[in-house]
């Protein structure tokens, strides 16, 4: 069974809406990686939570981790065509071993 | 960015062919990782390393075979490629498990 779930798998939002991302755990988390992939290049970090109820933003994207440290959200707010891509939640289960990856959620930004 | 590079970027070879990806890092980095990047499967880890000489086996280990003999590289070989490796595969580093993964641009592998 998949321990982390993405939802939605894919989604498309007019330029301006805003947009939530979920990453859920099937297992308490360590820590918790946000990561976004232009299409057909590498992976680049944008945030990364610890603590129950942790929340970071960085400029219009804000990620939060909930109480029980199971489930995070990705908001965007405002969106802009710079925002489209693949955006991946890594899950740190133990703080000692490699991240395990969500499979992912692909934005589309239309005008 | 930091100083991660994959080669090569991509490649086509035949069944049954050895192959072999080069991750080569600038920064130093303790940890390094081999992840493959499937439609519906998302990023999966096929090894890892914690140190020279050091490596461990990742979810999607079978079919492949790493060396770390210095700091800066870390190698992946399929021993004898075939259709169900066709893939990206991407190398990342981090300072410890715990510090964030610095990814490189991928390879592209494509077995026929």
């Known amino acids: 069974s998949q321990e982390l779930e993405q939802s939605p798998q894919s989604l498309i939002v007019q330029e301006g809406k805003n947009l939530t991302i979920n990453c859920t755990s099937s297992?308490?988390?360590?820590?918790l990686y946000w990561y976004k992939q232009k299409y057909g290049e590498g992976l680049i970090f944008l945030m990364m939570l610890q603590k129950g109820g942790e929340e970071k933003s960085h400029e219009k994207i804000t990620a939060k981790l909930d109480e029980k440290k199971q489930q995070s959200s990705l908001h965007i707010t405002a969106s802009q065509p710079s925002h489209a891509g693949i955006y991946l939640c890594?899950?740190?289960?133990?703080?000692?071993?490699?991240?395990?990856f969500g499979k992912g959620t692909r934005l589309s930004v239309i005008a | 960015d930091a100083g991660i590079t994959q080669s090569p970027r991509h490649k086509v070879t035949e069944t049954g062919t050895p192959v072999t990806l080069r991750c080569h890092q600038t920064?130093?980095?303790?940890?390094m990782y081999w992840y493959r990047q499937d439609p519906g499967h998302g990023l999966r880890l096929i090894h890892y390393?914690?140190?020279?000489?050091?490596?461990d086996k990742g979810e999607v280990s079978d079919g492949y075979s790493v060396s770390r003999s210095k700091t800066e590289d870390f190698l992946l070989t399929l021993e004898s490629a075939t259709s169900s490796q066709t893939s990206v595969y991407f190398c990342?580093?981090?300072?410890?498990?715990?510090?964030?993964?610095?990814f490189g641009e991928g390879s592209r592998l494509t077995v026929l």
């Open positions: 890594g899950a740190d289960y133990s703080g000692n071993t490699p991240l395990v």
């Open positions: 297992k308490t988390l360590y820590g």
């Open positions: 990342a580093i981090s300072e410890s498990h715990i510090r964030e993964l610095f």
């Open positions: 390393s914690y140190g020279v000489k050091d490596t």
């Open positions: 920064e130093n980095h303790r940890y």
